[in-house]
């Protein structure tokens, strides 16, 4: 029986949880506020049973005995989400930026696939996408002509 689960929640530590939210909440998103108290945490909704929760520093070492990475030097992970166009890439990192987020790559034009990303205040890696699945079907089915 294959693992399937009905919720994702994501742990991200943060400096300042009202920074975050006023962050965030600039690039369209909003907060689950059953599970945000914007001191220790706050339950950002990315899509349908999908959260990140972004918890102050302090907070988040409760949780765990290991230390909290220092997104200045390591990547602890990276969160990949998907936009419905090319524009809508460029404008989420634009608008990230302006926010007083950072670019995190140039842009990255696959053909099939075009990616950007930016940090976020605390320096976490967001890296947004758009797939065009019938440009990628078109690249595979030519692919297996030649």
């Not at 369209?28 to 349908?48: K, S």
């Not at 765990?64 to 090319?86: H, N, P």
């Not at 930026?97 to 075009?114: A, E, I």
Request: charged fraction near 25%; aromatic fraction near 14%.
């Amino acid at each position: 029986m294959a693992l399937t689960s009905k919720q994702i929640y994501v742990n991200l530590h943060v400096k300042d949880v009202k920074r975050s939210m006023a962050f965030f909440t600039g690039l369209g998103f909003e907060f689950d506020m059953r599970f945000t108290d914007e001191e220790q945490a706050a339950c950002l909704i990315v899509g349908e049973n999908i959260y990140v929760m972004l918890l102050q520093e302090e907070y988040l070492k409760t949780f765990t005995k290991k230390e909290v990475v220092d997104t200045g030097k390591y990547a602890q992970l990276t969160l990949a989400i998907a936009a419905e166009s090319r524009e809508q890439v460029d404008e989420i990192v634009n608008k990230a930026v302006s926010l007083g987020g950072k670019s995190y790559t140039d842009p990255q034009d696959h053909g099939f696939m075009y990616q950007w990303g930016f940090y976020d205040p605390d320096g976490h890696v967001w890296e947004i996408g758009y797939m065009d699945l019938i440009a990628f079907e078109q690249m595979a089915q030519e692919q297996g002509q030649a």
